[in-house]
């Protein structure tokens, strides 16, 4: 996957979406990379809450695509443990971008 972390995806809480390029997407089926940056002790339950969206929306063309990683931000002043911030991504089709945003607003976010 391309890095499209932007110097501002340091902070807890901070939330992005872009469209892949399509070279990088499947032909036919534009892509969505969701990245949210939080502590290490919220990615359980963000793992969960995107496993959830991926099941409820598995029909949806291209859902077969979805991936879900995270990755700590390998900077010196990230401290460790459970306070150590990641980014959690997750692909999925560009037609679930609204859908998405709307769940997170509402459903996904947590107070870091």
């Known amino acids: ?20 390029p399509s070279k990088v997407a499947e032909p036919g089926v534009p892509i969505v990379l969701m990245q949210l940056v939080y502590p290490a002790s919220v990615l359980p339950h963000l793992r969960g809450k995107a496993r959830d969206f991926r099941a409820e929306y598995a029909e949806t ?15 010196h002043l990230n401290p460790t443990g459970p306070f150590a911030l990641h ?5 999925l089709p560009a037609s679930l971008m609204e859908t998405s945003i709307r769940a997170y607003l509402q459903d996904w976010s947590v107070t870091p």
């Open 61 to 75: 063309p291209g859902m077969d695509l979805s991936r879900i990683w995270d990755v700590r931000i390998d900077h």
């Open 1 to 20: 996957m391309p890095e499209l972390s932007r110097h501002s995806m340091h902070k807890p809480g901070t939330s992005q979406w872009d469209v892949l």
């Open 87 to 91: 980014i959690f991504a997750m692909t």
